[in-house]
C-alpha cells in the first residue's frame, strides 16, 4: 500500500505520496521534501500525539519522511495525520492495509486528531481527475469531516483520536467506511419574483445564454447594477448541478457546492487581488470568477493599467504566475460585466438631468479605458431608464424561456445570404477581424433566442448595432 496526503498547487489539488525510511544510527527525526513553516512545526505535533495516543515513538532511530513529489511546494497542516500513520505502520504498531490510503487531518498533542478547513478541496486529489492514475482506495479523516467529502464517491474511515488505530485492522474497525452521495438540493431562487422592463429582459437572455462579455454604460439609476445582480440569481438558478471543476473550485474557495461563481472586486482592490499573486501565489477575482462570471461594477474607477492586465487572462482563459522558485497556473475562464457611469457626475447623456463635468475632464474620465480593452467586450449598451408604463416580463417568464432555450440541440445556421449580409455590414462598418467573430456570435444567440432556424439579417443588425458605441466621447 501507499500512504499519502494532499496540497493544492493554485488551485490544483495533488496527491503527495509520504515516503518513510528508519533505519539504525544516530536518533534523528526529519522531514524533507520543501515543507513549509507549519509543516516543520508538525514534528513536534506527530511526536506528541504518537506517545499519547498509546504508540511509542521510535526514538533510537533515524526517521526520515519524505513528501514527494518534492518540486510541488507542501502547505498547511492537514499532512500530520498520514505522518503519524506512516510511521506507526512503519514502527511495526500497527498493520498497514494492502491498497492506497489518503490521510487528511491535523494533530493535537493529545493525539486528538482535528478537522482541516480546506478538507474537501484536499481530498479532490484522490478523485479520478485529479490523482494522475493512481487509485485512492480510502480516505481517513477526522470525523466531523465525513460529509463534506462523501460526494466524492470514495469509501471514508473517519476518526477523532490516534488511538483509533489501535487494533488489528483499524479501516474495518470502529467507524465502517462510507460511501454516500449527497445531491445537490436546488435552490429556489428569488430570481422567479422580479420584473423587468422589455430591454432587460432580453438582455438578461442574451447574456445568460450566450456568455458574452457586456459593457453597460449609462446615467445612475437605470438598473446596471440590477441587471448584474439579476444575472447572478438568473444564472445561478439555470445551473443547479455543477461539473466537477466548479465544485472543486467552490471547495477551494470555501464557497457552497452549488454556487455559481462570481466575482466582483471593487475598484480600489490590489492587482493581486484581481489577477492573483503573492508568495505562495494565490488566486484572485478572475480565478474566483472562472466558470461564471467576473463583475466590475464602476469599471472606469478602476487603475487603466489593472483593467490593461486583465486582456491577457481573458484571451487565455488562465493566468500564470510566476515567483521566486515556483510557477502557478490559475484558470480564469469568465464572462466579463462591466458598468460604468459616462461621467464622473453621471449624467451625460441622461435625459432628465444636466451633465455637470467640465468636457476635457470628461474626456479623461473616458479614457481611463484604453482602446484594445474596450474591444474584449462583445456587447456595448447604454442604458436609459426604464419608463413606468413598460410592460414587464417576470423572472418566471424568463426562466422558463431559458430552459427551453438550453434544451434545444441545434443551432441556428448561417445561409449564403445571412453570410453576404455580415460581410456587407462589415465592410460599411469597418469591422475588423475580431468585430466580425463578436457579431457572428452574439447574431446567433439573438436568432437562437428569437427562435429561427437560420440567421436573419434583423439578428446581424442587431448584434452590429451593439459594437456601435456612442455613449462614450472617445471612443466615438
Ligand atoms: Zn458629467
Redesign the pocket.
Known amino acids: 500500500m501507499s500512504y499519502f496526503s494532499a496540497t493544492l498547487l493554485g488551485v490544483t489539488p495533488i496527491l503527495v505520496e509520504i515516503e518513510i525510511d528508519i533505519s539504525s544510527g544516530l536518533p534523528f527525526f526529519q522531514i524533507v521534501g520543501l515543507p513549509d513553516a507549519i509543516l516543520r512545526e508538525s514534528k513536534t505535533r506527530v511526536k506528541s500525539a504518537i506517545l499519547q495516543g498509546g504508540f511509542d515513538f521510535p526514538y533510537e532511530q533515524r526517521v526520515v519522511l519524505n513528501l514527494a513529489p518534492s518540486k510541488v511546494k507542501k502547505e498547511g497542516s492537514g499532512f500530520e495525520l498520514g505522518l503519524a500513520a506512516r510511521i506507526l505502520s512503519s514502527s511495526g504498531q500497527i498493520p498497514a492495509p494492502d491498497f492506497n490510503v489518503l490521510f487528511l487531518g491535523e494533530l493535537a498533542l493529545d493525539g486528538g486528531i482535528r478537522s482541516i478547513p480546506e478538507v474537501e478541496a484536499l481530498a479532490f486529489a484522490g478523485h479520478t481527475q485529479f490523482s494522475r492514475g493512481i487509485k485512492i482506495d480510502l480516505i481517513v479523516v477526522n470525523k466531523e469531516d465525513i460529509q463534506k467529502i462523501s460526494h466524492l464517491g470514495i469509501p471514508i474511515l473517519g476518526v477523532s483520536h490516534l488511538s483509533d488505530f489501535q487494533g488489528k485492522r483499524w479501516w474495518e474497525l470502529e467507524t465502517p467506511p462510507v460511501v454516500t452521495q449527497n445531491d445537490i438540493v436546488e435552490r429556489k431562487s428569488s430570481f422567479e419574483d422580479l420584473k423587468f422592463s422589455e430591454f432587460w429582459a432580453r438582455h438578461l437572455m442574451i447574456a445568460a445564454l450566450g456568455g458574452h462579455h457586456y459593457f453597460l454604460c449609462g446615467p445612475p439609476g437605470t438598473g446596471k447594477t440590477f441587471f448584474a445582480e439579476s444575472l447572478r440569481l438568473l444564472l445561478g438558478s439555470l445551473n443547479s448541478k455543477p461539473e466537477i471543476e466548479r465544485r472543486l473550485l467552490n471547495s477551494v474557495f470555501q464557497r457552497p457546492s452549488c454556487e455559481y461563481p462570481w466575482a466582483a472586486p471593487h475598484h480600489s482592490a490590489s492587482l493581486c487581488g484581481i489577477l492573483g499573486g503573492g508568495n505562495p501565489p494565490r488566486a484572485g477575482a478572475i480565478t474566483r470568477a472562472h466558470g461564471g462570471v467576473l463583475f466590475l461594477d464602476e469599471l472606469l474607477e478602476f487603475s487603466p493599467s489593472g483593467l490593461d492586465s486583465l486582456r491577457e487572462p481573458i484571451e487565455k482563459g488562465f493566468i500564470e504566475i510566476f515567483r521566486a522558485g515556483s510557477h502557478v497556473t490559475f484558470p480564469s475562464r469568465f464572462q466579463l460585466i462591466a458598468a460604468t ?8 447623456k441622461d435625459l432628465y438631468k444636466q ?3 467640465m468636457p476635457t475632464v ?1 474626456q479623461a474620465y473616458q479614457a481611463r479605458m484604453s482602446g484594445p480593452f474596450f474591444d474584449r467586450f462583445d456587447i456595448k449598451v447604454f442604458c436609459k431608464r426604464t419608463e413606468t408604463n413598460e410592460k414587464r416580463v417576470s423572472g418566471t417568464e424568463i426562466i422558463s424561456k431559458m430552459k427551453a432555450l438550453r434544451e434545444e440541440k441545434t443551432e441556428p445556421v448561417w445561409t449564403k445570404s445571412a453570410s453576404d449580409g455580415l460581410e456587407e455590414k462589415g465592410n460599411r462598418q469597418h469591422f475588423n477581424f475580431r468585430t466580425y467573430e463578436k457579431v457572428r456570435r452574439v447574431a446567433t444567440t439573438i436568432a437562437r433566442i428569437d427562435g429561427y432556424r437560420s440567421i436573419q439579417l434583423k439578428n446581424i443588425t442587431e448584434a452590429s448595432a451593439y459594437q456601435v458605441f456612442k455613449g462614450l466621447e472617445s471612443r466615438i
Open positions: 457611469n459616462p461621467c464622473r457626475c453621471g449624467h451625460w451633465c455637470r463635468c470628461r
